[in-house]
């Protein structure tokens, strides 16, 4: 079953600007992955948050966790086209069993 | 330290033919996950393995796929009697033991085409 669900589906943006993507999930987690995978390749792991934690950054990344909501939010600042990618949020449930979402396309227009 | 390596890259099968895809985790790493994408989708659970041991195959198709992780070698995805339906990217992730807070490591991904 799919766990986390990422909103928007696909993004546009200039280089330079600032991308937001957001999560939902629906049952108890341990912690709360992102991912990123280039086309036709594999997945990346971007940065891991974990349930008693809210925020956490990494570089141009910053995580957000509001379990109250259930709810994430990946943001990536200054971004490149290097950037381009799919961008996937998994969740870590009970039992080690990472869930992941649909995805949110980004493209990073130069 | 190699990665999760994952072969073939790409596999192509006949209708009826069987599949066999391997996963060798990082080093140190005694938990395997074996994951399905098909096109524009995200990555669906199929089973959760160590070592000689199925720990939650809850996503896995009740016929025609199987998985195992001997004691000894890679990690094996079977899909029996191959239908075009099967036809996805097949990702196997690794971790180690005890959660460190690294995430997953994936590998590259085979690639499965039924024709």
């Known amino acids: 079953s799919q766990q986390g669900e990422e909103d928007p589906q696909a993004l546009s943006i200039q280089e330079g600007e600032n991308a937001t993507m957001n999560c939902s999930y629906k049952t108890s987690i341990n912690n709360l992955q992102w991912y990123r995978q280039n086309s036709g390749r594999g997945l990346v792991h971007l940065i891991l948050?974990?349930?008693?934690?809210r925020e956490k950054h990494s570089g141009r990344l910053r995580v957000t966790l509001d379990t109250s909501k259930k709810s994430s939010s990946l943001l990536i600042t200054a971004s490149r086209a290097a950037d381009t990618a799919s961008y996937f949020c998994a969740t870590l449930e009970y039992g080690n069993k990472l869930v992941f979402g649909a995805g949110t396309i980004l493209r990073v227009k130069s | 330290n190699a990665g999760v390596m994952q072969n073939p890259r790409h596999l192509v099968r006949r209708r009826g033919q069987e599949a066999r895809l391997r996963c060798s985790p990082m080093k140190g790493h005694s938990h395997v996950y074996w994951y399905r994408q098909l096109p524009e989708e995200g990555l669906k659970f199929m089973v959760y393995l160590q070592k000689e041991n199925i720990i939650d195959e809850s996503g896995m198709p009740k016929e025609r796929f199987s998985a195992e992780f001997p004691k000894e070698g890679p990690s094996i995805l079977r899909i029996q009697q191959v239908v075009r339906g099967d036809s996805a990217a097949y990702f196997c992730a690794s971790s180690p033991p005890t959660d460190r807070g690294y995430g997953y490591t994936f590998g590259s991904g085979t690639r499965l085409t039924v024709v």
């Open positions: 948050i974990r349930s008693n934690e």
